[in-house]
């Protein structure tokens, strides 16, 4: 679940909310099936592993919605901000099968619940009045670089208000700064406790809580960004039944970061176990923050990576600069640079696009990050290298003496061909999902003009982000040259087809790299 692929699967928490939905006067979605998940190409997640909360005291700006979509019922969970504002993630206010906004009267609000198993006839119900979706998410993927995740927030307006404090349910407010790298952060959900849980798998509605940690800077890219972050536990995660959960500070007075968005899988695609990746919403940027207050004329958009960064070589050896291409940004922001250590995250060098490696560097994997900076907030890209740094080459000679002539011989240096790799992640994708292709062509021991390196699209697929490249007759191709011994890192985002057909999905690249012959790479992945 990379940009696009991310689960979000709308759930039935309890029988509650199928009550919460009837009380709203409306029939059950043909197909549908009470107790049932919706089958919803995106993913709500929730807690594995959590500690039950209690007391309402632990968490009392939790709120359900419940409601009804074109496919089945579904409940997200929010938190209060005042007595008549709900924040939510945009995708539980769109309708998954149109991707239109859902209508007010299709959904309902309960607070100060720790248990949705209690609700009753007599439990307090809201109506909505009206609902506002971020005006920069879009759930087709076509823009923001791609990245379907990024905005994805939404406002809830109560038709009455809800009474606040005395025990109940309590506001609580957004942080005056997004969550810092490495930071901790608490999610309170409803939802999915086990690992093993699947698209249809009901939660028992109990409310738990779990720590996050986010991740450093640049890392989970293309996620992390200005709008974006991602954030993971060793002993837990977030899974179905739960997007729109707070995250919260863990410090002081608890105050709202981040919205839970969508989960990343781990390598076996699984998207519960513990230490998978959840991503989040922020919302300490001042756009969001506009747009969550209402402002009629918000800050400018946060910048966007466009996915074109690169460095070469991309096998460093000590003593050879590597040189980076920082890519190119919307929002036309300010730019600054770090090499990095990529297992360690100490910083090697600071505000140069390029880093020679030292001896010590050697066995080390380097990594280039950006930071991009506006008035809209800090993006961040990181693009690594290929292998580890190597030792510098050594030249040596040996000498053969005859009685008539003296000869001195150097070994001939190895010629490395050309060659191509291919990364397509995620390894699994829901269908509708996207993703991500990145195409790197090394050059080798010869300088390349004017190689054509292309991507086939395959049948269930169509380029969703191009990033440059011409895309006709079922392929997307650049252009590109070369110096002997450099690389050059090339990408684009392909949506596979919504009604397409489960099972293996092939991409494979070329590139003409002289005449008569092409380097090739392929790549599978499963659609599910």
């Not at 920069?136 to 009474?163: C, E, K, Q, R």
Request: with cysteine.
């Amino acid at each position: 679940m990379a940009r696009g692929t991310t689960a979000r699967l709308g759930s039935v928490a309890s029988i509650a909310a199928i009550v919460a939905a009837l009380a709203l006067g409306v029939g059950a979605p043909a197909g549908s099936a009470h107790g049932r998940a919706s089958r919803d190409r995106r993913a709500h997640a929730a807690i594995v592993n959590g500690a039950a909360v209690s007391s309402l005291s632990q968490a009392p700006w939790t709120a359900v919605i419940g409601g009804v979509n074109s496919e089945s019922y579904f409940s997200c969970d929010g938190s209060v901000l005042d007595s008549t504002h709900i924040l939510t993630a945009a995708h539980c206010l769109v309708d998954p099968a149109t991707d239109a906004a859902l209508a007010p009267g299709d959904l309902v609000v309960y607070v100060g619940l720790t248990n949705l198993n209690d609700i009753s006839s007599g439990t307090p119900l809201y109506r909505v009045a009206s609902t506002r979706v971020d005006p920069g998410y879009d759930p087709t993927g076509t823009s923001n670089a791609g990245i379907v995740d990024a905005y994805d927030l939404g406002v809830i307006t109560l038709a009455t208000p809800l009474t606040l404090g005395a025990g109940g349910p309590e506001a609580i407010a957004l942080a005056p700064n997004p969550p810092a790298p490495g930071s901790s952060a608490s999610v309170a959900g409803f939802g999915v406790e086990t690992a093993a849980a699947t698209e249809t798998t009901n939660p028992t509605g109990l409310l738990n809580e779990l720590d996050f940690t986010f991740a450093p800077a640049g890392e989970c890219v293309p996620y992390y960004d200005a709008v974006v972050g991602c954030m993971s536990s060793s002993t837990g995660s977030a899974c179905f039944g739960d997007s729109g959960s707070a995250v919260t500070t863990t410090s002081g007075t608890p105050m709202v970061v981040g919205v839970v968005d969508a989960g990343l899988p781990d390598a076996s695609g699984n998207n519960c176990e513990p230490g998978s990746t959840t991503l989040v919403a922020k919302v300490s940027v001042p756009e969001i923050e506009d747009f969550i207050d209402g402002v009629p004329d918000p800050d400018p958009p946060a910048p966007q990576d466009q996915g074109d960064e690169a460095c070469s070589p991309a096998d460093p050896v000590v003593g050879q600069a590597i040189t980076c291409y920082p890519g190119t940004w919307s929002g036309s922001p300010s730019l600054t640079y770090e090499f990095v250590d990529d297992a360690t995250g100490a910083v090697l060098s600071q505000g140069s696009t390029s880093y020679t490696p030292t001896q010590a560097d050697v066995g080390r994997l380097i990594d280039f990050v950006v930071s991009a900076t506006n008035a809209g907030g800090t993006a961040y890209s990181r693009v690594g290298e290929d292998s580890a740094v190597q030792p510098p080459f050594v030249t040596t000679t040996s000498s053969t003496t005859t009685t008539a002539t003296t000869t001195s011989t150097a070994p001939k240096p190895k010629t490395k061909p050309a060659a191509l790799h291919l990364a397509v992640t995620p390894a699994r994708v829901h269908r509708g999902g996207r993703l991500g292709v990145r195409v790197t062509l090394d050059s080798g021991s010869s300088a390349l003009s004017q190689a054509r390196v292309c991507v086939a699209v395959p049948a269930r697929a169509s380029v969703s982000t191009a990033n440059g490249a011409r895309v006709k007759d079922g392929e997307a191709c650049w252009t590109v040259s070369l110096r002997a011994n450099s690389s050059r890192l090339l990408a684009l985002v392909l949506r596979t087809s919504r009604g397409g057909k489960r099972g293996t999905l092939t991409v494979s690249a070329k590139a003409g790299v002289s005449a008569g012959h092409d380097v090739t790479a392929q790549a599978r992945v499963t659609v599910t």
